[in-house]
């Protein structure tokens, strides 16, 4: 069992009780960003999530768009930053940005 | 991410082995590489450089865009012996970044009070590797000078592909520990990877020169790691 601060052992976790899930994972990063290439944040179908992709920042779009994943089974990649149109909706406000891929698992 | 590649990768982040997962992004496709698979042709300088550096990050093949999320196992130091030069090199791993276990059997030197904070054994090498084994992400450095305490480690090391085994003694000692190693039934060139005189040559004097000396050959070996078969 997973002790909850990993998220790619809760990840299996949660698959073998037969709980949905998707991995969201950072690919790319600019300037300043809080949380490195290759971090991870699962959700499950109920919205519960471990890990994270920023510091807090844009978890709670990231976990949206995993619930919709989920239910499509399509990948998609997402970019938040100043740059973007949606930095006055979920930035980062350190002025970095970061593309996050969400996948869903099995 | 299928499920199966989760657990293989799950399964090999818990036994300490380097695996990286590659993510096609056109069709969503992964595929678990540990360290030492025959890697796909147009991915094998990418998933090399990869295990190299520890470095994930997206990568253009003929196949498409890939992303290779490299898990490296936190590399560490085994130190046989609890003294001088190993306080200095306690505290030097901790700056550089690698977990250090101290073993040594002699309680004189293996105390609390010389090694505060720091992860000790006071115990022979051969009752506590057993259940704490050594890996490739595991260096191991030898420096009580006597064959009673260091050999066993040393073959253990070498049999378990440390990526560094350093010993401790000059070049008539080691000659001395060359012979009893391969009484142990170890070949020459297993033997030959041991690095002795330990540490690169600076002209280390004091306990603490010759720990920076030891730390920085220890970097050096995991920078210029074999990576055998991942470049096929």
Known sequence: MSD???????????????????????????????????SHLVIDGEGNFEGSVSGGCVEGAVITEALDVIGSGAARMLEFGVADETAWRVGLSCGGRIRVYVERLG | MDLASLSRLNAARAARRAAVLVT?????????????????????????????????????TEAGQLFLNVHLPPPRIVAIGAVHITQALARLAGIVGFDLTVIDPRTAFATAERFEGVDLVADWPEDVLPARPLDAYTALAAVTHDPKIDDFALAEALRRGCFYVGALGSRKTHAKRVERLAAMGLAAEEIARIRAPIGIDIGAASPQEIALAILAEIVESFRHRNLAGATA
């Open chain 1, 4 to 38: 909850g601060l990993d998220p790619l052992l809760t990840a299996e976790d949660w698959a073998r009780q037969g709980r949905k899930v998707a991995i969201a994972t950072v690919m790319e990063t600019w300037g300043s960003a809080p949380r490195p290439v290759g």
């Open chain 2, 24 to 60: 096609e992004l056109a069709g969503g496709r992964s595929e678990v590489l540990e360290e030492g698979d025959t890697a796909p042709p147009h991915l094998a300088d990418a998933v090399r450089a990869a295990f190299l550096s520890g470095r994930s990050g997206l990568v253009e």
